[in-house]
């Protein structure tokens, strides 16, 4: 007869994340990964198969719920504000996060070398774009921007500046040149 779970798989998951955001794939052990979500290795291989998977799974959790709060934060919010708040919660994460992004670590540790890696990594980025796109393109029907932006251009231009902000904030604590770069990122805008 199969025994039943006694662990939550989300939080589990949750906590695998956070171990490989901090030291990155290569860098985390099983014996690690195993002590730090508090399982028996007989249970996550059983849950969430090997290390790769594992750190799959992770990646997706993590694309998930930050599409999910972004969805949530933004709604309502006019095109500018809604953009701004994006690069804002990249110089704070908040509590649930570490700072810096995982899928950003994933693209300069793995995605070179590992197809599924570099999937999740485009398959976030990806939404990022669109999800500016359409912000953009809805501030230009409400009035809000000028029609004469490029919403496709925008897109790729913000969404780089968002990636290389992620990156600044791993190393950078003046919260104040942080926030100028925004500026000057919002003033592409006007």
Same mark, same amino acid.
């Given at each position: 007869?199969?025994?039943?779970?006694?662990?939550?798989e989300?939080?589990?998951?949750l906590?695998a994340?956070?171990l490989?955001?901090?030291?990155?794939y290569?860098?985390?052990s099983?014996?690690?990964?195993?002590?730090?979500?508090?399982?028996h290795?007989g249970?996550?291989?059983d849950?969430?198969g090997?290390?790769?998977?594992?750190?799959?799974?992770?990646?997706?959790r993590?694309?998930?719920?930050? #599409?999910? /709060?972004?969805? @949530?934060?933004?709604d309502? *919010? !006019?095109?500018?504000?809604?953009?701004? %708040?994006?690069?804002? =919660?990249?110089?704070?994460?908040?509590?649930?996060f570490?700072?810096?992004c995982?899928?950003?670590n994933?693209?300069?540790?793995?995605?070179?070398?590992?197809?599924?890696?570099?999937?999740?990594?485009?398959?976030?980025?990806?939404?990022?774009?669109?999800?500016?796109?359409?912000?953009?393109?809805?501030?230009?029907?409400?009035? #809000?921007? /000028?029609?004469? @932006?490029?919403a496709?251009? *925008? !897109?790729?231009?913000?969404?780089?500046? %968002?990636?290389?902000? =992620?990156v600044?904030?791993?190393?950078?604590t003046?919260t104040?040149?942080?926030r100028?770069?925004?500026e000057?990122?919002?003033?592409?805008?006007?």
């Amino acid at each position: 007869m199969p025994r039943t779970k006694e662990f939550d798989e989300d939080a589990v998951l949750l906590k695998a994340m956070g171990l490989f955001w901090e030291q990155g794939y290569e860098k985390t052990s099983m014996q690690e990964l195993v002590s730090h979500m508090g399982v028996h290795k007989g249970s996550m291989y059983d849950t969430f198969g090997d290390k790769k998977t594992l750190y799959i799974k992770a990646l997706k959790r993590y694309s998930e719920k930050l #599409e999910q /709060s972004s969805k @949530l934060r933004i709604d309502g *919010l !006019s095109a500018q504000e809604a953009i701004r %708040l994006l690069f804002e =919660r990249a110089i704070h994460p908040g509590e649930e996060f570490p700072s810096g992004c995982f899928i950003v670590n994933t693209a300069v540790e793995l995605a070179k070398h590992d197809s599924e890696a570099r999937n999740c990594v485009h398959q976030f980025w990806d939404y990022t774009e669109q999800l500016i796109r359409d912000l953009i393109i809805e501030g230009q029907q409400s009035g #809000e921007l /000028s029609k004469t @932006l490029n919403a496709e251009w *925008l !897109s790729q231009y913000f969404n780089n500046s %968002l990636i290389g902000l =992620r990156v600044m904030v791993k190393t950078i604590t003046d919260t104040e040149k942080l926030r100028q770069i925004i500026e000057m990122n919002m003033s592409v805008l006007k």
